[in-house]
C-alpha cells in the first residue's frame, strides 16, 4: 500500500473524481494500413515493416484490453470513495 502525507477524503467516489476531471477518455487507435497491405500487397513489403505493423497492432490490442480492464473495475467502483474504491 502507498503511504500518504494527508487523508483520504471518503467523501470523494470515483464518479465524483471522474465528473470533476471530465469523464474518461481513452485514444481511438486504427490500423488500417496492415490489414490493406497484408490483404493486398504484402509480397511488396519488407520484413521490417511488416514486422512494425504487427507489433503496433499487438500492443494496439493490448492497450484496449486494458481500457476494458479498467473500464470494468471504474463501473464496477463508482459509488465507492476512499479505501474501499482501490
Known amino acids: ?3 500518504r502525507s494527508e487523508p483520504i477524503n471518503t467523501e470523494l467516489t ?3 473524481l ?3 476531471f471530465g469523464g474518461f477518455q481513452s485514444p481511438t487507435i486504427k490500423n488500417i494500413s496492415l490489414r490493406f497491405f497484408v490483404n493486398n500487397k504484402a509480397e511488396l513489403l519488407e520484413y521490417n515493416t511488416i514486422s512494425q505493423l504487427l507489433d503496433m497492432e499487438s500492443k494496439a490490442d493490448f492497450l484496449h484490453e486494458k481500457i ?3 473500464t470494468n473495475f ?3 467502483n463508482l459509488d465507492k470513495s476512499g479505501e474501499d474504491a482501490f
Open 14 to 16: 470515483l464518479f465524483k
Open 1 to 3: 500500500m502507498v503511504e
Open 74 to 76: 471504474i463501473y464496477g
Open 18 to 20: 471522474l465528473t470533476k
Open 68 to 70: 476494458d480492464s479498467l
